[in-house]
């Protein structure tokens, strides 16, 4: 086998990397489980052959990386996305080679994260300008008029 490089380590015959989230965060490859599997769809012979599907599982609630306000607000967002266990699993088949399905998958599992992570902006109250107070009123009243003079003959 190949020499291993620090910061990397080996998990079902799959060499992982760390996951940087942003400057402060980075998710360690330790709490990361990959497996290999075979991709489906056409590719000929070759896909028969390579275990190119990789799939990532990680449990946010175990991460030490996180707070735990950010796990919660995690597991909220992606609540529909975790397994029993509380696992995130992603997978990529698009490419034929292992390696480049393992940078896309960790690329999609840092921008999930990095999606939610965030806090949504609290929204500020504001307040109708006069000008829209006047063109509701006026609209009001031109209605109120037009349905007015639609009555047409005489009352019974």
Known sequence: M??????QQKSDNIMADDIIINDRITVPAAELSYTASRSSGPGGQHVNTTDSRIQVRW????????????????????QSRLTENGDLILASEAH???????????????????????????RK????????????????KRRSRLKKDRGGGEDY
């Open 2 to 7: 190949g020499h291993m490089i620090a910061g």
């Open 125 to 140: 109250k504001t307040r109708p300008t006069l000008a829209s107070k006047k063109r509701r009123l006026e609209e009001k």
């Open 59 to 78: 449990n946010i609630a175990a991460s030490a990386v996180f707070t735990e306000a950010q796990k919660d607000r995690l597991q909220r967002a992606l």
């Open 96 to 122: 034929r080679s292992q390696r480049r399905n393992r940078e896309d998958v960790n690329q999609r599992l840092a921008a999930l994260i990095r999606e939610h992570l965030t806090p949504p902006k609290p």
